[in-house]
């Protein structure tokens, strides 16, 4: 089977390493810094879509938005992964599935760059055929096209796709692929409200259903 991850809220937990870049850049426009409830709220669409939120939530000027996207990207790159943690479980799943011969990918809407540097720092970069930034293609989740891409790099098999957010379902339900939802990511929305296969809190119950399929 070729199983493609998510990476912010399903492969790690990297709010508090979001929020702290975001807060950095918001300090330089001498403006209050976020919490981490809102921080959540504002991840899933990238970057840049995150800077806006955070701009509008503190009434910082919109022409300003290229500039402050680049002082929150190179506020991430010194510190992408100081707070953040992988999810518990997924140590022992992901070179499992590989053993058991799985391909594996990845597709985010975080740039390229950090994904890789973050996937470096856990050790586990080697264990994916396929890494999809959000700045591979021209277009980025919920648009289907980087989801699949990231499946004609893996090449034949079925097709299953791990996330955690509304983005991600959306994204899913748009390339006609199977989709997991990991509960305890950033999702904002009930569960039941997403499109979805398997709904699973612990990498233990996404094991056993690839396993049974």
Known sequence: MNIVF???GTLI???PDIRAAANVMLAGEGAAPLDMATTISFIGNGIPKLVERAMRARDLPMADHARLTQAMLEAYD???ATL???YDGLE???PALREDGHRLGVCTNKPLAPTRQILD????TELFDVIIGGDTLTVKKPDPAPLLAAYDALGEGGRLYVGDSEVDAETAERANVTFALFTEG???VPVEKLPHELA???FSELGAYIVSN
């Open 186 to 188: 950033y999702r904002k």
């Open 6 to 8: 998510d990476l912010d």
């Open 13 to 15: 937990d990297s709010a």
């Open 84 to 86: 953040t943690r992988l």
């Open 78 to 80: 010194k510190n992408p």
């Open 121 to 124: 720092i856990f050790g586990i």
């Open 200 to 202: 699973f809190a612990d």
């Open 92 to 94: 022992a799943l992901l």
